[in-house]
């Protein structure tokens, strides 16, 4: 079954890998950081989404062993870049609440970042909605000592969650991502739109700088940069990249 196929995915090598998806300036349209998306593609060859095995991985608790093992790999990649010369910005990780609970993720990515020689604030942590009102000690813990270190904190799939605003300003993040679902509704669905400027506000009072994910076509581009999104994700503008074409892109750019 699925948790089997991982536990021998986690043993070996080069079934699980990374694919770094670009992150753009809304205005410049110059990549600034990339988001790290864990991808599997096990024995048989076949490719199974995150959105399925990740699930798994937390239920088995084999989740803190994949975090710790994928932290490991993208700090490195990061200090490969910076010794190559190449200017890749920030990364973006996802991190899983229940990673966030069981293990010194703060501890493990401050020593990681110290031995790489690399600053704390390329670094951003995605979590989602329901992470940030984590009752967990642990959790409360690591996003505290993240933020003291100056570890960045970007809140996923915004407004897909029980959102409970005060919990907004508790942390305060430094990122608002908002989810893919509303930005398909830009020029379709009034409520999609007024929702993207509510949550644009929220965050500019918040001082939170706001992602909007999924934008696959200009006029949603287009929509989001005149109601003053930050940055843009999505297709339009690149889809999940390899390690090699991720350094290639920047080295466009520069
Ligand atoms: O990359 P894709 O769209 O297939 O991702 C599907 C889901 O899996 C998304 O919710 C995404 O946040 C999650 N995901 C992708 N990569 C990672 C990862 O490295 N760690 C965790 N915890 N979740 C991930
Ligand atoms: O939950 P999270 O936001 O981490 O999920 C990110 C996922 O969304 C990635 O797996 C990525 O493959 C997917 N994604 C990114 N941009 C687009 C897009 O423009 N369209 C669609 N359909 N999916 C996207
Ligand atoms: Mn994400
Ligand atoms: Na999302």
């Known amino acids: 079954d699925l948790e089997q196929g991982?536990?021998?995915?986690?043993?070996?090598?080069?079934?699980?890998?990374?694919?770094?998806?670009?992150?753009?300036?809304?205005?410049?349209?110059?990549?600034?950081?990339?988001?790290?998306?864990?991808?599997?593609?096990?024995?048989?060859?076949?490719?199974?989404?995150?959105a399925e095995f990740v699930p798994v991985a937390e239920e088995s608790g084999m989740i803190v062993q994949l975090g710790a093992w994928q932290m490991e790999e993208v700090i490195s990649q990061l200090a490969t870049w910076d010794a190559e010369g190449l200017e890749v910005g920030y990364l973006s990780v996802n991190v899983s609440a229940v990673q966030l609970a069981r293990d010194d993720i703060a501890g493990r990515l401050l020593h990681l970042l110290a031995r790489y020689h690399i600053s704390t604030d390329r670094i951003v942590v995605e979590?989602?909605?329901t992470t940030l009102m984590s009752k967990a000690p642990l959790v409360k813990s690591n996003l505290a000592a993240l933020e003291a270190a100056g570890v960045?904190?970007?809140?996923?799939?915004?407004?897909?969650?029980?959102s409970s605003l005060s919990y907004l300003k508790e942390l305060q993040?430094?990122?608002?991502?908002?989810?893919?679902?509303?930005?398909?509704?830009?020029?379709?669905?009034?409520?999609?739109?007024?929702?993207?400027?509510?949550?644009?506000a929220l965050a500019r009072s918040l001082q939170m700088?706001?992602?909007?994910?999924?934008?696959?076509?200009?006029?949603?581009?287009?929509?989001?940069q005149n109601a003053g999104c930050d940055l843009i994700q999505g297709y339009l503008l690149s889809r999940p990249l390899t390690n090699l074409d991720a350094a290639q892109l920047f080295d466009r750019a520069r």
């Open 209 to 224: 700088r706001v992602v909007a994910e999924g934008v696959d076509d200009a006029s949603q581009l287009r929509f989001l």
């Open 6 to 50: 991982l536990r021998v995915a986690m043993s070996g090598e080069g079934e699980l890998s990374m694919r770094y998806q670009p992150i753009f300036d809304a205005n410049t349209l110059r990549p600034l950081g990339l988001e790290v998306l864990l991808r599997w593609q096990n024995e048989a060859g076949e490719w199974i989404s995150p």
């Open 127 to 129: 979590i989602t909605e």
């Open 152 to 162: 960045c904190v970007s809140i996923d799939d915004f407004g897909t969650g029980y």
């Open 173 to 200: 993040a430094d990122y608002l991502k908002i989810d893919r679902s509303f930005v398909v509704g830009i020029g379709k669905n009034r409520s999609d739109e007024e929702i993207i400027n509510a949550m644009l």
